[in-house]
């Protein structure tokens, strides 16, 4: 669970947000991944949001590292792992506000 995200638990997804939805890998519900698009290339930042069949909200969770050779996918580069910002926390937020019922 992201830090400062709990309230949001419980609250029902709406839109094309559902369209978006991935299965997890081990069956019990959806996620999708929101992307903040202020960081730089060497910035690599997923935020996941859990939900179950019918778009409620059960968890949040992410990634965010930083790659030396601006490349995710660049297996010869060293990845170093940071911490989530008020900022990210805030587009997550926001995210969420924006896509739920009420």
């Known amino acids: 669970m992201i830090e400062g995200m709990e309230s949001f638990v419980g609250r029902k997804l709406t839109g094309t947000v559902l369209e978006r939805r991935l299965p997890c890998s081990n069956g019990s519900g959806y996620y999708i991944i929101t992307r903040p698009d202020y960081y730089s290339d060497a910035i690599h930042i997923n935020l996941y949001v859990y939900f179950n069949e019918d778009g409620v909200i059960t968890d949040f969770d992410g990634d965010k590292c930083y790659s ?3 490349g995710f996918y660049s297996r010869h580069s ?3 792992d940071r ?6 926390i805030q587009f997550l937020r926001r ?8």
Not at 95 to 102: D, I, L, M, Q, S
Request: charge should be neutral; proline fraction near 0%; aromatic fraction near 16%.
């Open 95 to 102: 995210f969420v506000k924006e896509n739920t019922e009420g």
């Open 83 to 88: 911490e989530f910002t008020k900022r990210d």
């Open 78 to 80: 060293n990845v170093y």
């Open 68 to 70: 030396v050779c601006r």
